[in-house]
């Protein structure tokens, strides 16, 4: 039944929608109710697959993630400025192993998702995420492409080129997907539905796990959904417009999960080495491992432990 399901969502994204259609023609004020349906129903957040608890009986899981996008910031818009690459290469040269002290230090495991690119410029950085045997490495496109703007082959053709790759440089397939920038295009989902990923982590629909529905037919499909409220590249840049200090946004990362441990939900954090990595915003994280350590009945977990374990109670395998 699941693989039916899944062949039909498949199908069903396929086909080209009304509102694709009326995109091409006429404004979105100009719609049919039909047409505004068909827009919001692409991919949407279906049932809710939270567990009655976490492993171990936790009451709350925490999943730490690590964006490491280092050098592709400006690659993928086809800047070479010396300066810019300086300040990627930070993420590797630097950062990601002061992260890797201080995970090991309190011996939680995180997801690291990368451009293909990123750890082909630096594949010592798998090893060093690898040594530990308590991370996960995924997918975060080939260069931090926009999906969005590309047409279906090529984001396939990059997505493939991808999954290649880092099936070469960490030894195994990875299973998890994160779209650079969270830039999910009309075609995203088909095209990891159809490569067989076992989930994916870039859409905003809720603060729990739960499955996608692609135009009203269940997938099968967990997402894992992020949030701009707990990714630290808006709030943690420098040069941002929207910089804030690092240790107001500690606050809000401590907020975040208090009200998540409250509900017996999920805490997913989105980080990025050549932010967080920084000496100064290091100190915050290390306050928010400490703060949440306090609570009793916590589950630190990788994403694709999360899935495995969220698949298994739901009864989806």
Not at 38 to 60: E, F, I, M, Q, Y
Not at 113 to 137: C, H, K, T, W, Y
Not at 222 to 245: H, K, T
Not at 266 to 295: D, Q
Request: without cysteine.
């Amino acid at each position: 039944m699941k693989t039916l399901l899944i062949a039909i969502a498949i199908s069903m994204i396929a086909v080209k929608s009304p509102v694709s259609l009326a995109q091409e023609s006429q404004p979105s004020r100009e719609w049919t109710d039909e047409q505004i349906a068909a827009a919001v129903n692409k991919v949407r957040a279906g049932r809710d697959l939270t567990p009655a608890s976490w492993p171990g009986g936790a009451k709350v899981a925490v999943m730490l993630s690590f964006d490491v996008d280092n050098e592709t910031i400006w690659l993928r818009n086809d800047d070479t400025s010396i300066g810019g690459l300086s300040q990627g290469e930070y993420g590797s040269r630097v950062a990601l192993g002061r992260i890797l002290a201080l995970l090991d230090e309190y011996d939680i495991p995180a997801s690291f998702f990368g451009p293909a690119v990123s750890f082909s410029l630096a594949p010592q950085m798998i090893d060093m995420i690898q040594a530990s045997g308590r991370n996960e490495i995924g997918i975060h496109g080939w260069i931090h492409e926009t999906n969005a703007v590309l047409p279906r082959e090529e984001e396939e053709r990059l997505l493939q080129k991808a999954v290649e790759r880092m099936t070469a440089l960490v030894g195994k397939r990875p299973v998890g997907y994160r779209a650079p920038s969270w830039n999910f295009s009309d075609n995203t989902l088909d095209l990891l539905l159809e490569m067989g990923f076992l989930y994916d982590s870039s859409l905003m629909a809720d603060d729990r796990p739960y499955e996608i529905v692609a135009n009203g037919a269940p997938t099968g499909f967990v997402e894992l959904p992020v949030q701009w409220i707990l990714d630290d590249a808006p709030l943690m840049n420098p040069l941002g417009p929207r910089y804030e200090s690092p240790r107001d946004v500690l606050q809000v990362y401590k907020d975040e999960f208090d009200v998540a441990y409250e509900e017996g939900t999920t805490f997913l954090l989105t980080m990025h080495p050549h932010y967080i990595g920084h000496r100064s915003r290091i100190v915050v994280l290390r306050e928010l491992i400490e703060h949440i350590k306090a609570k009793p009945d916590v589950w630190f977990g990788t994403h694709e432990a999360a899935v495995r374990w969220v698949r298994k109670q739901a009864d989806m395998d």
